[in-house]
């Protein structure tokens, strides 16, 4: 029985990781997990790595102490595994990954020696450039740790110009300064330059948080394990965190938890530079800047001076141009102006890019997504950890997630007095985002019994407000213990976080965070997707349906273009562009022409053009509201709005006249635009309605009965169609069309260098015809002046609107195609193969005869008037029929014609049959065109 059991637990535990699964995000790559672990820049990469033991010899260890171990060459030894990537050495001990993880720049490497103290075993003594030595034992394979040796050695050159500004970088960190000033003995070694609080004070009173005891606790921590590059972090480092940094060494100590310092080494001037470059220029980000900056800690001097707004300023201006995606975003300049008290300019910056980059990811946005995910987070932990007070909660309907988002989104510098929330942001940068949590746990664990007796949020709110107000009151005033007495309700907070809730672990973050993303970004996604859409300037060719597809594609092809979701872009750039006209426009997507470089050329011009002509407010992209507005004019069903619309295209200078190389540009354009009908893969009207001619002639000359009355025809299965047949004379169209358009633009256009006006209707080249000046006028009409350098033309928009109303295929076009070729309803996003478009027309008429049912009764209406008509002509006007041809063969052959057609035309006017003559023409031989039956049909009714 117990094996069933075993098995009946497996497959439970099977399909519960099979649903978890479908919540986890992307798993991370090896490098990704190394680089996020060590806070790395991104950069860097696993070269090597192999196990090793590592012990540590500082120079400074055994200076005046008597005790020390290394005066009998004696050290702890760690046995873990090493890491050499393009700029560091990382070792970790394999205990508990913590009693021993040294992050070590290769810079800082002034000799490395080989030695082998087996004939297995290798070693390296390596030394640093304050002496220090580190002794690293290679354990596996001798041909493993050959080629790490030899990995190291190739980095330790590449790094060599790096080493130059090894120095000048150690001026900047207050912990070289200790070493030098107190044991090196150096003269004349000055503090480096630090935050605003060297100037202003720090908050807090420095007797109460014991700045000088913690300042020389450091001072030992660093003399015996190393100092800012080359620092090793063991559990007495997470001590000496929880107990407090001094604020002298905070901004440094900072660096190193968030890994900034890296950054600020391997960019040196970056800061500087960025700053530079873009100096003078305006944003929008700058203009949200200065809003907030007289809003940032007011409670602190330095921001209500110029020298505190100015270093604000400098920072959140140089992050808005180094991470234009974000910019800026309020409660930014809160973090800014934290970290500014204890840093430099240069280091604050490279701190609050790692900490958007890593720690609270999607905190800063318009949408503030990361934020949002973590009260959703957060609140799953009070009610899984506090249920009777999230039933309470619940109960009385009050929104825990509104009381909580400034807590996280300021990291709680907004919430509590300062003193106390750097000691939270110090915890923060060591164990990451879940000390937000177990701090804000704690805050709700402590006020239990209070927050019990609100009924309403601004009581709830109220009852913390106040708890934070006293937190350097003793929380045990009635004990009679002294030192109970002495604990702050700060103190308290610090147990309670991080003693009761020390089971919520970053695994428990990250898979709370997983469980709710989708829900999270749907929400914003469709928050967002309402909003702007309320904002959508008017459009009369686009339902509200049509908008909100075209949103999603919108949005959709901003994210693919990127790789990856992000809910901050909101404007199109051009790679974004095209592959959102190939979703919605059949003339944009792929077919085989796109693999010739010339159409590619064509194509690129036309979408660029249209790109710009939409892009109103001419930053380079394009935002939902130019998008929108460009498809509405385009799906226009207004002829003369379409023909004005493609003209402005090309019309840069809006002067309504296009020269010589736009009317070039305008004519390729219209070849791209109609490419995927003459090539066949679209069919326009024209052209179906020629195949439904074409099978209603069929369907007569077969023989078969058809009842004019009948709403549809069935058509026979075995009728065919000869797609290549259509195809060519569709194609054959097409061609016709562009060549007779770029011809007439040339024959119509006017020349600029004629003086005065000519008189086209005299074409005699007698001298009474004109003056020598006119006759090289039109001598100059007559040249081709589309390959005529010498005399500029232009085509203004009147011109252009006759020629393609005198060309029916483009006419046609403009007045329909273009607009039918555009899915906004229904967005198509697969791309038809080569005569698809054919075949499912015919597929469809033969589906449903409606279509054809009306030309066949045309047909036999026109057939049958036809018959009538001719024998009442002849029963009864037979001898009038004969004086007429007796008279015209007495006629010259000249005027024959024409006499013959105005007689014809005024017998058939008489008897009142003109109605008769037009079906009469209508069903003549099909050789003659649609044009010219319509001529014909003029002449006859003008006569």
Request: net charge negative.
């Amino acid at each position: 029985m117990s094996l069933f059991d075993t098995i009946r637990q497996k497959a439970a535990s099977v399909s519960f990781l099979d649903k978890l699964s479908d919540n986890v995000s992307p798993a991370l790559t090896r490098d990704e997990k190394f680089r996020k672990e060590y806070h790395l820049p991104e950069e860097e990469c696993i070269i090597a790595d192999i196990n090793a033991d590592l012990s540590y010899f500082s120079k400074h260890n055994d200076l005046n102490r008597e005790d020390s171990q290394k005066k009998d060459g004696l050290a702890y030894v760690f046995s873990g595994r090493i890491f050499l990537s393009p700029h560091y050495l990382v070792f970790r001990d394999s205990f508990d990954k913590t009693s021993c993880v040294l992050i070590l720049n290769i810079s800082c490497i002034r000799r490395v020696e080989r030695s082998s103290t087996s004939a297995h075993a290798l070693s390296l003594t390596i030394t640093l450039y304050s002496g220090t030595r580190i002794i690293v034992q290679f354990i596996g394979l001798r041909h493993n740790s050959q080629e790490f040796s030899q990995a190291l050695k190739t980095q330790l050159s590449s790094n060599i110009p790096q080493t130059k500004l090894l120095m000048p970088f150690l001026d900047s960190c207050y912990s070289e300064y200790l070493i030098s000033k107190n044991i090196e003995k150096r003269p004349n070694v000055t503090p480096p330059p630090a935050g605003l609080g060297q100037i202003y004070k720090y908050p807090g009173n420095p007797n109460i948080s014991k700045e000088r005891p913690k300042l020389k606790l450091w001072f030992d921590y660093f003399r015996e394990n190393g100092k800012n590059l080359t620092l090793v972090k063991n559990h007495f480092f997470q001590k000496l965190i929880r107990v407090g940094v001094p604020n002298r060494l905070r901004g440094e100590i900072w660096e190193l938890c968030c890994g900034s310092i890296y950054s600020r080494f391997q960019n040196p001037g970056y800061y500087a530079n960025i700053l530079e470059e873009n100096k003078g220029k305006l944003s929008l980000a700058i203009e949200e800047i200065e809003k907030d900056l007289n809003r940032s800690l007011p409670e602190y001097s330095a921001y209500h001076d110029e020298e505190g707004i100015k270093r604000l300023r400098n920072v959140l201006t140089a992050y808005s141009w180094k991470n234009p995606e974000i910019g800026y975003c309020q409660a930014m300049n809160i973090l800014v102006a934290a970290l500014l008290i204890f840093m430099t300019e240069e280091q604050a910056f490279w701190c609050l890019s790692c900490l958007c980059d890593n720690y609270i990811q999607g905190y800063y946005s318009k949408t503030m997504y990361g934020t949002l995910l973590d009260q959703k987070v957060f609140e799953s932990f009070v009610e899984s950890k506090m249920p009777v007070l999230w039933d309470h909660i619940n109960r009385n309907d009050i929104q825990l997630s509104i009381i909580s988002l400034p807590w996280f989104l300021s990291l709680f510098f907004t919430a509590m007095p300062l003193p106390y929330a750097f000691r939270i942001m110090d915890i923060f940068l060591v164990n990451g985002p879940v000390t937000l949590f177990q701090v804000a746990l704690g805050v709700l664990k402590v006020n239990g019994e209070d927050l019990l007796e609100a009924d309403d949020d601004g009581m709830f709110i109220a009852i913390l407000k106040s708890y934070f107000q006293t937190l350097e009151d003793s929380a045990h005033p009635d004990s009679s213990d002294t030192r109970y007495k002495q604990i702050n309700r700060f103190q308290e907070l610090l147990v309670v976080a991080f003693k009761e809730f020390d089971i919520i672990t970053g695994a428990m973050v990250e898979r709370e965070r997983n469980k709710h993303r989708k829900d999270i970004m749907h929400n914003i996604e469709s928050f967002a997707k309402r909003t702007q859409l309320r904002n959508i300037t008017s459009v009369r060719n686009l339902s509200a349906n049509d908008i909100s597809n075209l949103y999603d594609a919108f949005y959709q092809c901003i994210e693919t273009e990127k790789g990856s979701k992000d809910t901050e872009k909101s404007r199109m750039e051009f790679a974004a562009f095209c592959q959102f006209l190939a979703r919605i426009c059949d003339w944009c997507k792929y077919c085989e022409s796109d693999d010739m470089p010339g159409f590619r050329k064509q194509k690129r011009q036309f979408l660029k053009k249209l790109f710009n002509y939409w892009d109103t407010s001419k930053l380079g992209d394009l935002s939902l509201n130019d998008v929108l507005a460009g498809l509405d004019s385009l799906l226009s069903e207004d002829l003369m709005v379409s023909i004005n619309n493609y003209f402005a295209l090309y019309d840069v200078d809006k002067k309504g006249e296009l020269q010589r190389e736009d009317i070039l540009q305008l004519s390729e354009g219209l070849l791209f635009l109609t490419e995927a009908w003459r090539n066949g893969r679209y069919v326009d009207k024209i052209t179906q309605s020629r195949i439904e001619d074409d099978i209603a002639d069929s369907l007569i000359e077969s023989g078969g009965k058809v009842e004019s009355n009948l709403d549809t025809i069935e058509l026979p299965s075995g009728v065919e169609i000869d797609e290549e047949k259509y195809r060519s004379e569709q194609a054959e169209r097409y061609l016709k069309a562009a060549s007779s358009f770029l011809q007439r633009c040339f024959e119509y256009a006017r020349p600029l260098d004629l003086a005065g006006d000519i008189d086209l209707l005299d074409l005699s080249d007698s001298e009474e015809a004109g003056s020598d000046t006119k006759k090289k006028q039109w001598d100059s009409l007559k040249a081709n002046a589309a390959l005529d350098p010498i005399h500029p033309m232009v085509l203004d928009l009147a011109t252009f609107r006759m020629i393609i109303l005198a060309e029916e295929t483009y006419e046609l076009f403009f007045a329909s195609t273009l607009r039918e070729s555009i899915h906004v309803s229904d967005l198509v996003c697969t791309s038809e193969t080569h005569g698809t478009a054919l075949r499912s027309m015919f597929d469809g008429l033969l589906a449903d005869g409606r279509r054809v049912a009306n030309q066949v009764r045309r047909r036999v209406d026109s057939v049958a008037t036809r018959t009538s008509g001719t024998s009442e002509i002849s029963g009864e006007s037979s001898h009038g029929r004969d004086d007429i041809d007796d008279f015209l063969d007495d006629q010259n052959e000249e005027h024959a014609d024409l006499l013959k057609s105005d007689i014809l035309g005024l017998e058939i006017e008489n008897e009142g049959s003109k109605s008769v003559m037009r079906r009469s023409i209508e069903g003549s031989t099909s050789t003659k065109s649609f044009q010219e039956k319509e001529e014909n049909l003029i002449d006859f009714e003008t006569v």
